[in-house]
């Protein structure tokens, strides 16, 4: 009986809070934090994947960062939640060092969209 006093006692406030404009498409945003850059790196000739001594790095104007190892999945993760223009570089010693052209990564009205890239580094 508790329980159906309090309902119809709330019904009226549900109702007022959920009755918006038609017009207006509410939207619901995770919480998840998204990367927006997820760099695989590989090497040319042997196709394995290279995480030892590899450093990526993701620049957009001033901004820089050394994207982060995710050891388990074998690859790199940075830009979180951070939409830009990034040029990125993949440096190993024994290895040539790779440049991106600009990656665009763009954002929905709740996340930055990921980007995913396989880079291949060739010996020297």
């Known amino acids: ?24 498409e509410l939207i619901f945003c995770t919480t998840e934090y998204v990367y927006g850059l997820k760099v695989t790196v590989k090497d ?6 290279l995480t030892t001594g590899v450093t990526v790095t993701a620049v957009d104007g001033s901004y820089s960062e050394n994207l982060e190892l995710l ?7 940075g830009a ?4 830009g223009n990034y040029i ?10 790779f440049t991106t052209n600009t990656i665009t990564l763009t954002a929905d009205v709740c996340h930055v969209i990921p ?6 580094l ?3």
């Open 80 to 83: 979180g939640e951070r939409p």
């Open 115 to 120: 980007q995913q890239l396989v880079i291949e």
């Open 1 to 24: 009986m508790k329980k159906l006093l309090l309902l119809l006692f709330c019904m009226p406030f549900l109702m007022a809070t959920s009755c918006e404009d038609d017009s207006e």
């Open 44 to 49: 040319a000739q042997t196709n394995l994947n």
């Open 88 to 97: 990125i570089t993949v440096s190993k010693s024994g290895y040539q060092t």
């Open 122 to 124: 060739t010996p020297l």
């Open 71 to 77: 050891e388990f999945n074998d690859y790199f993760i």
